[in-house]
């Protein structure tokens, strides 16, 4: 793993991007995974910048979401889908059918899922995951208990996602309960996954999964098993961590 602890949010949307961007640079036709959530809109507003200002192309590259609610159309406010529009697509060149969100609305849910692995495999595979982590050590909507070598499916949201969702709804049985989401093993099979946290409300996910068991309770701590996991958090994310990274080298804080 190769973690790197920046001053703040600001400095971690500059290190995300610039790895991003140089991922594109050099391989235009690479296959991104995006993710959604608070974290990473600095990153993508970085990366609307360097196509306004100095034409990063997105127009080859394939692209993967990692999740999406079940029951919410992609035009509805709260889906997903409608997320990673108005967060960047709108505002670069993709080409619309190279964009893979999984879809809410799917009638077969099963065959659906199967076929979102069947297209990441097509695409060869994605070279670099974006990733948040939830206060709870999730990755995408992998929740505690999630097995760690699952695969693109349904899940049940924890009924706490479920009440926090709530205030964002003005009709309250459009609440989602369900959501599509990567698997656990779906997303460590990609070439790369950049890891982003950010805040003191993550320090505690952070040290079970820099620092913890891996563990189904801690999905995010699969990140241990990764070929290649690049992790950018700033000072207050990595505050409860008994080891300090500098450079690639660990040392225990009080060394
Ligand atoms: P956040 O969500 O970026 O909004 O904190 C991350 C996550 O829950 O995966």
């Known amino acids: 793993m190769l973690v790197e602890v920046v001053d703040n949010y600001e400095t971690l949307s500059d290190r995300a991007a610039e790895v991003v ?3 594109i640079r050099e391989k235009p036709d690479s296959t991104l995974g995006f993710a959604t959530g608070g974290t990473p809109k600095g990153l993508y507003n970085r990366l609307i910048e360097a196509h306004e200002e100095s034409g990063l192309d997105f127009s080859k590259l394939t692209t993967f979401n ?3 609610y079940v029951g919410l159309p992609p035009e509805h406010e709260q889906s997903y889908a409608r997320y990673m529009w ?5 505002h670069v060149n993709v080409t619309e059918s190279q964009v893979h969100i999984p879809h809410g609305m799917a ?19 994605i070279d670099l995951q974006i990733l948040g982590v939830g206060a709870n050590g999730h990755i995408a909507f992998n929740e505690p208990g999630s097995s760690l070598g699952s695969r693109t499916r349904i899940k049940t949201l924890a009924s706490k996602t479920v009440k926090d969702n ?5 009709d309250q049985d459009m609440v989602p309960e369900y959501a599509i989401t990567m698997g656990v093993g779906t997303i460590m099979e990609a070439d790369e996954v950049l890891l982003l946290a ?3 409300r993550k320090a505690e996910a952070m040290k079970k999964t820099l620092e913890g068991h ?3 309770m801690t999905p995010a701590s699969m990140v241990q098993m990764h070929r290649f996991a690049h992790i950018v958090i700033d000072e207050e994310a990595a505050s409860e961590l008994d080891y300090q990274h500098h450079h690639g ?5 009080d060394e």
């Open 249 to 253: 080298i660990v040392e225990p804080k």
């Open 86 to 90: 108005s967060n960047l697509f709108n």
């Open 21 to 23: 961007i140089q991922q």
């Open 166 to 170: 709530a205030r964002y709804f003005e």
């Open 214 to 216: 891996i563990t189904a």
């Open 66 to 68: 990692l999740d999406e």
């Open 107 to 125: 009638e077969d849910v099963d065959s659906h899922c199967q076929w979102y692995e069947r297209r990441i495999e097509e695409a060869g595979g």
């Open 198 to 200: 950010s805040g003191e």
